[in-house]
């Protein structure tokens, strides 16, 4: 089980860069879809593992005053120097661990997050009773079937080294092909009104993205390498070509869904 903690602590000296990354990436179509969902002014939201704190700070202008936001995480250091209004409570929580209010949101939000915690289908049960009656959660997760080379330049690399992290993940706990699961994981969980959609990106070398890719892999680069894994030449040549805009991939599919308690 000691391989199975989150393996991309956000203490890491470059952790506000890796989310910063996250957020250029993501947030626009994130915003999208909470503003499909009609966040509005009042609301009490939970954003969980809240990262770099920039949909907390988002949700907190949306629900104004009247309104709260508990942004939680293992690690809040980034939350709380990003989204420090009055209407929003940080608490530094463990999701699988640690008890959470039930009845209690309009908005339960994660990206990013249940696809690396192994316990996620009592994560899921949590985070529904947790909801208010008519309240919405909304998950985002990755679904790597997307995640193709596209450039000539390095894609075997890209391929093999993708192949390699993504076993390397999964025995640290990571699904990752969890983001085509939710909506089934939503009806089963009691939810109605369910919805979806997924983004899939160009990575092009230099891009949020691929800047993603490329602190994700620093970060880890020790459980990368070693026998039937990469070499340290290989992990070089992928940190390269991530930074490299004749290099493109497509990005897995963030998968967005959600679905209202009844
Ligand atoms: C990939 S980051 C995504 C951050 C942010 N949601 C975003 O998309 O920009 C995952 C976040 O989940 C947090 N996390 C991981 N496991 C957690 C747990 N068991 N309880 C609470 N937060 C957790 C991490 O500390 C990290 O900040």
């Given at each position: 089980m000691a391989d199975q903690s989150y393996v991309f602590d956000n203490a890491w000296q470059r952790g506000r860069a890796r989310l910063d990354a996250v957020e250029a990436f993501l947030d626009p179509g994130t915003i999208r879809a909470l503003e499909g969902l009609g966040v509005a002014p009042g609301w009490r939201c939970l954003e969980l593992?809240?990262?770099?704190?920039s949909i907390a700070a988002w949700l907190s202008s949306r629900v104004g005053p009247a309104g709260k936001v508990v942004a939680t995480d293992l690690d809040t250091r980034y939350v709380a120097e990003r989204a420090d209004a009055a209407n929003i409570e940080i608490r530094r929580q463990d999701i699988v661990a640690d008890p959470l209010e039930a009845s209690a949101f309009d908005l339960v939000h994660a990206r990013l997050v249940l696809e690396h915690i192994p316990q996620r289908d009592a994560v899921l049960a949590k985070l529904t009773r947790s909801l208010r009656p008519g309240g919405w959660l909304m998950l985002e997760a990755v679904d790597y079937?997307?995640?193709?080379?596209?450039?000539?330049?390095?894609a075997a690399e890209h391929a093999r080294s993708q192949d390699v992290r993504l076993r390397a993940f999964g025995a640290a706990?990571?699904?990752?092909?969890y983001g085509r699961h939710l909506p089934r994981l939503m009806r089963a969980a009691g939810l109605v009104e369910i919805g979806n959609e997924g983004r899939v990106f160009v990575m092009e070398g230099g891009s949020p993205g691929a800047r993603w890719f490329q602190l994700s892999m620093e970060q880890v680069r020790d459980r990368l390498v070693g026998p039937e894994r990469l070499s340290d030449a290989e992990v070089d040549r992928m940190l390269g070509l991530f930074a490299d805009p004749e290099w493109a991939a497509l990005s897995p599919i963030i998968l967005a869904a959600w679905g209202r308690a009844a």
């Amino acid at each position: 089980m000691a391989d199975q903690s989150y393996v991309f602590d956000n203490a890491w000296q470059r952790g506000r860069a890796r989310l910063d990354a996250v957020e250029a990436f993501l947030d626009p179509g994130t915003i999208r879809a909470l503003e499909g969902l009609g966040v509005a002014p009042g609301w009490r939201c939970l954003e969980l593992g809240a990262g770099g704190g920039s949909i907390a700070a988002w949700l907190s202008s949306r629900v104004g005053p009247a309104g709260k936001v508990v942004a939680t995480d293992l690690d809040t250091r980034y939350v709380a120097e990003r989204a420090d209004a009055a209407n929003i409570e940080i608490r530094r929580q463990d999701i699988v661990a640690d008890p959470l209010e039930a009845s209690a949101f309009d908005l339960v939000h994660a990206r990013l997050v249940l696809e690396h915690i192994p316990q996620r289908d009592a994560v899921l049960a949590k985070l529904t009773r947790s909801l208010r009656p008519g309240g919405w959660l909304m998950l985002e997760a990755v679904d790597y079937v997307s995640g193709v080379p596209v450039s000539e330049l390095g894609a075997a690399e890209h391929a093999r080294s993708q192949d390699v992290r993504l076993r390397a993940f999964g025995a640290a706990g990571l699904k990752a092909d969890y983001g085509r699961h939710l909506p089934r994981l939503m009806r089963a969980a009691g939810l109605v009104e369910i919805g979806n959609e997924g983004r899939v990106f160009v990575m092009e070398g230099g891009s949020p993205g691929a800047r993603w890719f490329q602190l994700s892999m620093e970060q880890v680069r020790d459980r990368l390498v070693g026998p039937e894994r990469l070499s340290d030449a290989e992990v070089d040549r992928m940190l390269g070509l991530f930074a490299d805009p004749e290099w493109a991939a497509l990005s897995p599919i963030i998968l967005a869904a959600w679905g209202r308690a009844a």
